[in-house]
């Protein structure tokens, strides 16, 4: 894979007109994702007593919130952000504190919690795939995007580190409700000093019917646009790696007696994740999108399959640490491919599709491998937790065989002599 060193600096990204300020109000917003989800669990089992009850809650609140990104998306796209953003950020910051004033004393229905649950998650405003947008508008070069989707991504993974250690800071200063309502002031404010920037255009342009054989329209449909389902696919197989391995990691080091090192290695997955990304932006690649894409997946995946075979909870943190370094560099890509793939009127969707299909996976990742821990070896079940990763490296590496130019049929007599050899 041939590289150059001479690449922009990440500064000429945020000297860009109205970037630091566009980028800021985002990153304002989206700190509200990584305190939400634990305050809101926190206050649910406090309000409760159950776990049960609060995991269940969560489950809604997660299902809704992943799995209704795309059409989320699709109205940003339609309608443009400053028309839409403000009442989805109003919508879901109410909800938040109506469920901060539900749990701020015990003795909470759990029906009532299941149903604000799923209503926040469904307001879930899409502040990430919206500032992906953004980029593309801002920093037109293909180099420069790469550097701003590569700062973008290390930034939203210090913010899911920044975020739950605010809820702890608040939990002993006050009630985890108290989080959840400093979510939704967060979410809020930040959605509309995002859409107050110069960069969101106040006009919206109504997006074009599309034409025949050509992906533009309102309306995304993945199996018309083979690069971004592509995508899609390897950014689901990631996080499907990805949620297997915490719960892997807690059994590994609950195995060996060393529970409270749980953070530690995660921490080294974050770290490993934000150098990787800095380092993947700061060069200039040569090779194509999609090969790079496989290559950071199959660099994930030997690495997590590595892991399994640690003898040690210091050498787990370092092979985890390596397979963050690829973490970043496939959503980089993936993104990059994916705002390649479509038009300026879907690229909010091509970006939400990419984050639904890492978000869903983590999921799916963390609940299937909750059915072998305890079942198989953990070495076998790292194996098992790489192995998405490394397969669709592997589908997408195999080179396709030319179709074969099918023969004209013959009608009448002609067949019948074709046939006879006349």
Same mark, same amino acid.
């Given at each position: 894979m041939v590289t150059s060193s001479s690449a922009p600096s990440y500064a000429t990204?945020?000297?860009?007109?109205?970037?630091?300020?566009?980028?800021?109000?985002?990153?304002l917003g989206r700190l509200s994702y990584g305190m939400v989800p634990l305050a809101l669990l926190l206050a649910i089992k406090d309000a409760t007593g159950s776990y049960s009850v609060a995991g269940g809650a969560m489950a809604l609140f997660g299902a809704a919130s992943v799995f209704l990104s795309p059409a989320r998306a699709a109205l940003i796209d339609r309608y443009g952000p400053r028309r839409v953003l403000p009442p989805m950020a109003g919508l879901y910051a109410a909800v938040l504190g109506v469920l901060t004033?539900?749990?701020?004393?015990?003795?909470?229905?759990?029906?009532?919690?299941?149903?604000?649950a799923v209503a926040a998650g469904v307001c879930t405003p899409p502040l990430g795939p919206v500032m992906r947008t953004l980029w593309s508008g801002l920093v037109p070069d293909r180099e420069l995007l790469q550097r701003a989707y590569s700062l973008d991504g290390v930034a939203e993974e210090l913010l899911y580190v920044t975020g739950p250690l605010l809820v702890g800071l608040i939990v002993r200063a006050g009630r985890p409700a +108290?989080?959840?309502? &400093?979510? %939704?002031? @967060?979410v809020f404010?930040?959605? =509309?000093?995002l859409v107050s920037s110069p960069a969101v255009p106040r006009k919206h342009a109504s997006p074009a019917p599309a034409s025949a054989g050509t992906p533009a329209g309102p309306r995304l449909r993945l199996h018309g646009i083979p690069a971004l389902r592509r995508a899609v696919l390897v950014t689901a197989a990631v996080g499907l790696c990805l949620g297997a391995l915490e719960l892997l990691v807690v059994a590994f080091t609950e195995q060996r007696g060393q529970a409270a090192a749980v953070s530690w290695v995660l921490a080294a997955l974050s770290a490993g994740s934000a150098a990787g990304g800095l380092a993947y932006g700061a060069v200039r690649w040569?090779?194509?999108?999609?090969?790079?894409?496989?290559?950071?997946?199959?660099?994930?995946?030997a690495?997590?399959?590595?892991?399994?075979?640690?003898?040690?909870?210091?050498?787990? +943190?370092?092979?985890? &640490?390596? %397979?963050? @370094?690829?973490?970043?560099?496939? =959503?980089?890509?993936?993104?990059?491919?994916a705002d390649e793939s479509v038009d300026a009127a879907r690229r909010t969707q091509a970006g939400a599709w990419v984050n639904t299909a890492f978000n869903a996976g983590a999921s799916?990742?963390?609940a299937a491998v909750g059915l072998l821990v305890g079942r198989l070896p953990l070495a076998l079940c790292f194996a098992l937790a790489a192995a998405p990763a490394l397969l669709c490296a592997a589908a997408l590496v195999?080179?396709?065989?030319?179709?074969?130019?099918?023969?004209?049929?013959?009608?009448?007599?002609?067949?019948?002599d074709r046939v006879s050899g006349a």
């Open positions: 990204v945020l000297r860009t007109p109205h970037a630091l300020r566009t980028f800021g109000a985002a990153l004033l539900v749990t701020w004393r015990p003795g909470a229905p759990p029906l009532a919690l299941g149903a604000l +108290a989080g959840v309502l &400093a979510g %939704a002031v @967060l404010v930040g959605a =509309l000093a040569n090779a194509p999108s999609r090969m790079r894409l496989v290559v950071a997946a199959a660099g994930m995946g690495a997590l399959m590595a892991a399994g075979l640690s003898p040690r909870v210091y050498v787990l +943190a370092a092979f985890v &640490a390596v %397979a963050g @370094l690829f973490v970043s560099p496939v =959503l980089t890509t993936a993104y990059l491919i799916g990742g963390t195999r080179p396709r065989r030319p179709r074969r130019p099918r023969r004209p049929r013959l009608a009448g007599a002609e067949a019948r």
